[in-house]
């Protein structure tokens, strides 16, 4: 899967899956602009472990809800590497919290649409003039997306089936410039997201009813992604792959 030389921005690359994928695109010989948000220490460390192995990046504190910040990524990002960019990875997401509609405002459901959503309309809006022809844009949506997701997840799975129509949208959109748009929708990952928000007891039963009968890991979400970010998916475009062990067919 050759991308290498090509500039990568990975929105939200500084831990788990976000990690995964900037290191991965990294080891394939790609130039990488990663953001961090929180943790500064999470920026460091993934930078460090790029360089160590020999890649290149570059590791921006950026909201990706605030267009300003976005667009100094893009800034930074060019001013770093000096090319067109290539390949754009959306990331950036969560769930927050688990809220039941009765629970549930108007402030903070638009929460995480803003942090689900909107943060990738900002990224593509100010990355897509600036891509070269040939480039490859990877949303990641979920399984929750797929299936309404677990309790209190009512908002958080809205705004991942919005990824999953955005990503269509744009692959009509962008096809005829030679740029690819897909996404990807992972099931349970062995992450701090389900570390947070998933029981013990519950992450057990749901490996157990996954026909592999296990979580998946970060790594494997980022190599499914960097083939969707290569060439050799040349004929991929507006596709929603599932990766989550075939506990949920679509």
């Excluded at 593509?124 to 309404?148: T, W, Y």
């Excluded at 157990?208 to 991929?236: C, H, K, M, N, W």
């Amino acid at each position: 899967m050759n991308i290498e030389n090509k500039v990568a921005i990975v929105a939200g690359g500084s831990r788990d899956i976000g990690r995964a994928v900037s290191e991965t695109l990294a080891g394939m010989g790609a130039k990488v602009a990663f953001t961090w948000c929180n943790s500064s220490e999470d920026g460091k460390a993934t930078a460090a472990a790029i360089e160590a192995a020999g890649g290149r990046a570059i590791a921006v504190r950026c909201d990706m809800t605030r267009t300003s910040d976005v667009k100094s990524l893009v800034r930074e990002t060019r001013e770093a590497f000096g090319d067109s960019i290539g390949i754009l990875v959306n990331v950036t997401g969560g769930l927050v919290a688990r809220k039941p509609l009765a629970e549930m405002d108007e402030a903070f459901f638009e929460r995480i649409m803003r942090l689900n959503v909107t943060s990738a309309f900002l990224t593509c809006k100010f990355v897509v003039p600036h891509m070269s022809e040939g480039g490859s844009i990877v949303n990641l949506a979920s399984q929750a997306g797929r299936d309404g997701g677990g309790p209190g997840a009512m908002a958080y799975a809205t705004s991942k089936g919005a990824m999953m129509t955005m990503t269509r949208a744009l692959a009509k959109e962008l096809g005829p410039s030679n740029i690819r748009v897909n996404c990807v929708c992972p099931g349970l990952i062995a992450t701090t997201f389900h570390d947070t928000f998933t029981k013990d007891a519950v992450r057990a039963n749901v490996a157990a009813a996954t026909p592999l009968r296990r979580e998946g890991s970060s790594q494997e979400i980022a190599d499914l992604v960097a083939y969707l970010a290569s060439p050799q998916a040349s004929f991929i475009t507006g596709a929603s792959v599932d990766i989550n062990g075939g506990l949920y067919f679509s």
